[in-house]
C-alpha cells in the first residue's frame, strides 16, 4: 500500500534525521546511559584513554579515534563503550554490516545497554528490517523508559514506516517529555499526527456509514 505524506512532512522528517545523525555519532554512547550498568569496572587508566578516543572522534579525526578505540576494546574486552563507538564510526561510513555486530557485541557486553538496543535500532531500519528494528527499540525503552532518542525514532518507524499512528503519536509525545526541551519540529508532527488520526478516524466512520446503506 502506498502512504503519501506532506512536502513539507517530508522535509521535516529529513532534515531532523540529518541532524539527529550528526549529533549521535558524536554524543550517544557519552551523554546517554542506560538506566543500569553491567560493564566490568575498568581501570582509571581506560577511562583516560576512553576520553582522548572519544575527543579524537569529536574533532573529525576518524581513523585514529578507530585505532584508539580498537586498542581499548582489546585490552578491556569487558567494556562496552569502546564497542559502541567503533559501531558509531561504522554507521557513520555506512558500513551498516559491521555496525552491527559492534552493537551487538557491545550488547553482549552489557545487557542493560539501552544506547546500544537503540543504535541497532537505526542499523536495522536503515537495512529495511521494520520488525527488528521496533523490537530493538522496545529493548532500549526497557532498559531505560525514559530515553528520548529511543521514543523519537520509534515513533519515526511507526510514523514513516508502519503507518501506525496512534503508536507513533505516543512515542512522539514520550519523546517530548523526556527530551529536557520541547522540540519545535516534533511538535509539528504532533500536530500533524493529531490532524491525520482525525482524517482517517472519520474516512473509516464515512465507510462504514456508506457499507451500512
Known amino acids: 500500500m502506498l502512504i503519501l505524506f506532506s512536502k513539507n512532512l517530508i522535509t521535516a522528517i529529513r532534515s531532523i534525521l540529518i541532524a539527529l545523525s550528526c549529533s549521535m555519532l558524536l554524543n550517544a554512547c557519552i551523554s546517554t546511559a542506560p538506566t543500569k550498568r553491567t560493564d566490568t569496572p575498568v581501570a582509571p587508566q581506560a577511562q583516560a584513554e576512553y576520553q582522548r578516543a572519544v575527543l579524537a572522534m569529536k574533532s573529525g579525526q576518524t581513523k585514529r579515534a578507530f585505532n584508539l578505540f580498537y586498542s581499548i576494546s582489546k585490552k578491556y574486552p569487558g567494556f562496552s563503550g569502546p564497542q559502541l563507538n567503533i559501531g558509531l564510526l561504522y554507521l557513520q561510513s555506512n558500513y551498516l554490516n559491521k555496525a552491527e555486530k559492534a552493537f551487538k557485541l557491545a550488547i ?9 538496543y537503540n543504535l541497532l535500532g537505526i542499523v536495522y531500519r536503515r537495512n529495511g528490517k521494520f520488525i527488528e528494528a521496533k ?13 528520548a ?10 510514523d514513516l514506516y508502519m503507518n501506525d499512528l496512534k503508536r507513533a503519536l505516543h512515542h512522539y509525545e514520550q519523546y517530548q517529555v523526556f ?17 491525520r488520526t482525525k482524517e482517517k478516524h472519520s474516512s473509516v466512520t464515512t465507510l462504514l456509514r456508506d457499507a451500512n446503506r
Open 135 to 147: 523490537e530493538a527499540y522496545q529493548q532500549a525503552l526497557s532498559k531505560n523508559a525514559k530515553y
Open 179 to 195: 527530551n529536557g526541551t520541547t522540540d519545535k519540529k516534533v511538535a509539528q508532527w504532533i500536530i500533524d499526527l493529531k490532524r
Open 108 to 116: 553482549q557486553i552489557n545487557r542493560d545497554n539501552a544506547v546500544g
Open 149 to 158: 532518542n529511543a521514543h523519537l525514532n520509534l515513533g519515526i518507524l511507526y
